[in-house]
């Protein structure tokens, strides 16, 4: 299949996925999203492949979801809803996939590019790569709420609530991956790792990945999701000084010096002085 934003490939029972957009480190817009489904409704359907690799081309996994400046602006509360389900849709596909799902992340993996990482079933992560979800630093919300599912109350509250990224090491330490190698050994160790998942009978894995994923949703995982989408809606329609500047430097210089911007907001003076 042909797709613009992402590439497909299969070899021997194992289809890697990546996304490609190394230009705007992968951010994930609407298309992406569409062509990811596209994808995994090709994979769900073809009962040769067995396993799933997902990655990221150039040094970023994902930035996260694309902010730059839309044609016509979201501005009310349906349209905002309407525009976070179709990146929640998206992840349920990949959380509810007969397929095991390997995250390799090969670089920064921030916002919507982390919360595609935790809906993997695993994730390896490069000693490069660098984790959190920032969104609060810019009036936002994480628009799938997946991390109390992942982590401990006090680490996602720390994360969620200042913003703040880790590097891979410590996302090791907390749980949030499985395992760090080097990054250039990241995609022959989750080659290895698809391989060894790849020889389990696939009615085995599939039921018994959809019988660990019904354990979340019996403690409340799909309604957590959903109560999610109405938080993401409401801080959007939650005017804010630091939304309408970030957004203003935005359209204005680019998404570069609004994140910059932010990044300065957020840093002691030595970080100021690097920046």
């Known amino acids: ?23 705007k480190m992968n951010a994930i817009d609407q298309e992406t999203l569409l062509e990811i489904q596209q994808a995994m409704s090709e994979l769900e359907k073809d009962t040769s492949v067995r396993a799933l690799i997902i990655t990221g081309e150039g040094r970023a996994f994902s930035s996260g979801f694309d902010l730059s400046p839309r044609d016509v602006p979201i501005e009310t509360v349906g349209a905002w809803r309407d525009y976070i389900r179709l990146g ?14 390997i995250a390799a992340v090969n670089g920064y993996c921030l916002g919507g ?64 991956v499985n395992r760090v190698v080097s990054l250039n ?12 998942l790849a020889m389990i009978p696939p009615p085995a894995m599939a039921l018994n990945k959809a019988a660990l994923n019904q354990a979340y949703d019996l403690r409340g995982f799909q309604s957590a999701v959903d109560y999610g989408v109405e938080m993401f809606t409401l801080v959007h329609m939650s005017e804010t000084d630091e939304a309408r500047e970030f957004y203003q430097v935005a359209a204005e210089k680019g998404l570069k010096a609004a994140f910059k911007w932010r990044d300065l907001r957020f840093a002691d003076e030595k970080e100021k002085g690097a920046l």
Not at 5 to 20: C, E, F, G, P, Y
Request: charged share 25%.
């Open 1 to 23: 299949m042909t797709f613009q934003n992402i590439a497909l490939s299969v070899d021997r029972q194992i289809a890697t996925l990546t996304l490609k957009r190394p230009d």
């Open 185 to 196: 050994d990241l995609m022959t160790e989750a080659r290895k790792l698809a391989l060894k």
């Open 88 to 101: 929640n849709d998206t992840w349920l596909r990949i959380w509810r996939s007969r397929l095991p799902v």
């Open 113 to 176: 590019g982390c919360e595609l990482s935790m809906v993997c079933d695993l994730t390896l992560a490069a000693d490069c790569a660098e984790f959190g979800e920032p969104e609060i630093q810019f009036s936002s919300a994480p628009p799938f709420a997946i991390m109390p599912w992942v982590l401990g109350m006090k680490k996602t509250k720390e994360l969620l609530l200042t913003g703040q990224r880790i590097n891979a090491v410590e996302a090791e330490r907390i749980g949030l």
